[in-house]
């Protein structure tokens, strides 16, 4: 089993681009989570989703949009980054109620 | 909001001997979770908690757990060089709002030197 991947890795984006983040599980887990985690912040909840085709809002939703077409991707969409949005993100995943999963991490940079 | 807070912020050691890192939280939990994180990788799960247990042990990890006084505490044992990481408690709200997420604090940042 992969676990949790994320694609991608790395990536630079200027401000105003849009760029999407897939994470993917292979653990047939129904909830998945996106995170991002900054310096001396922990992290934070940016979305969430648990099920299939249902997605919410966590603490830090403004700038990001999410979407769970099947159950093993969570998609996290910027439509259009600023500086603030560079950071650290994270997928997870958890089967309901339960410890979670998470991916390698994607490192993003806006400048 | 940050929900766990974990002190110390940092905490350094020698190799054999034992770390001890707090957790602090401010509403009623259905859990409490901690994960470790190495430098530049994702977050692992270490110990879960519920709200009705007071100590949980896992190979050198001996978590306990008072809701009186709404905290926790992660030791770990006879550490090693391979502990260096971060440390982080996360919460489950029991109130049930929000009883699908984790809120997780800043961490303790533990150094195990060789």
């Known amino acids: 089993n992969a676990g949790v991947t994320q694609t991608p890795k790395f990536r630079v984006l200027k401000t105003g681009q849009s760029m999407t983040l897939l994470c993917a599980q292979d653990m047939n887990h129904e909830y998945m989570y996106w995170y991002r985690q900054d310096p001396g912040m922990g992290l934070r909840l940016i979305h969430y989703?648990?099920?299939?085709?249902?997605?919410a809002k966590g603490e830090v939703p403004d700038g990001y949009n999410v979407s769970r077409l099947k159950k093993q991707n969570f998609l996290l969409g910027l439509e259009s980054a600023a500086p603030s949005q560079t950071s650290v993100y994270f997928c997870?995943?958890?089967?309901?109620?339960?410890?979670?999963?998470f991916g390698p991490g994607t490192r993003l940079t806006v400048t | 909001s940050q929900q766990g807070e974990e002190d110390p912020q940092a905490l350094s050691i020698q190799e054999g001997e034992n770390a001890t890192m707090n957790c602090s939280y401010k509403?009623?939990?259905?859990?409490l979770q901690w994960y470790r994180q190495n430098s530049g990788r994702g977050l692992v799960h270490l110990i879960l908690i519920r709200s009705n247990e007071r100590e949980k042990h896992s190979g050198r990890l001996r978590v306990t757990l008072d809701t009186s006084k709404k905290s926790s505490s992660l030791l770990i044992t006879a550490s090693r060089a391979a502990d260096t990481a971060s440390y982080f408690c996360?919460?489950?709200?029991?109130?049930?709002?929000?009883?699908?997420?984790?809120?997780f604090g800043k961490g303790t940042k533990l150094s195990v030197i060789p």
């Open positions: 996360a919460t489950k709200d029991g109130s049930g709002a929000g009883s699908y997420q984790l809120t």
């Open positions: 509403t009623s939990i259905n859990n």
């Open positions: 997870a995943s958890s089967p309901v109620s339960r410890e979670q999963y």
């Open positions: 989703s648990v099920g299939e085709g249902t997605t």
